[in-house]
Nanobody, 124 residues
C-alpha cells in the first residue's frame, strides 16, 4: 500500500511558478513509476508528466513540455513538479499517482495509487 499526499498548490499570476510536491509513504517508493495528472472543472483528468522509478526516464504532455519539470528524490520518498510560465489554462486540481508498471504514461488505469489532489489556480 502506498499513500500519496500532494502539497504546494495555490494561487499564482500568469507567468509565475509553483512547485508541487507529492510525499509517499512506505518503503517501496523507489520501485514505482510516478505521474502527475490534472483535472480542470468540467473536463476529464489528463496526464501532465511522468517519471520512471529510478528517475532516468521522463514524459510530458505536449501542453506543458518546456514549462514543467518532473523530478523525484527516492531518499525522501517525494516526487516534484516544477511549473514555470504558468497559464490560466493550467488551472486545475493536480494529482500525483504511483504505478508498479506503466505501459502508457497517459493512461490513468495504469496507476495503482492516487493522492487527494492539490488546487492550482492561475489568474490572468
Amino acid at each position: 500500500q502506498v499513500q500519496l499526499v500532494e502539497s504546494g498548490g495555490g494561487l499564482v499570476q500568469a507567468g509565475g511558478s509553483l512547485r508541487l510536491s507529492c510525499a509517499a509513504s512506505g518503503r517501496t517508493f523507489s520501485t514505482y513509476a510516478m505521474g502527475w495528472f490534472r483535472q480542470a472543472p468540467g473536463k476529464e483528468r489528463e496526464f501532465v508528466a511522468g517519471i520512471s522509478s529510478g528517475g532516468g526516464t521522463t514524459a510530458y504532455a505536449a501542453s506543458v513540455k518546456g514549462r514543467f519539470t518532473i523530478s523525484r528524490d527516492n531518499a525522501k520518498n517525494t516526487v516534484y513538479l516544477q511549473m514555470n510560465s504558468l497559464k490560466p489554462e493550467d488551472t486545475a486540481v493536480y494529482y500525483c499517482a504511483a504505478a508498479r508498471t506503466v505501459l502508457r504514461w497517459d493512461t490513468s488505469a495504469d496507476y495503482d495509487y492516487w493522492g487527494q489532489g492539490t488546487q492550482v489556480t492561475v489568474s490572468s
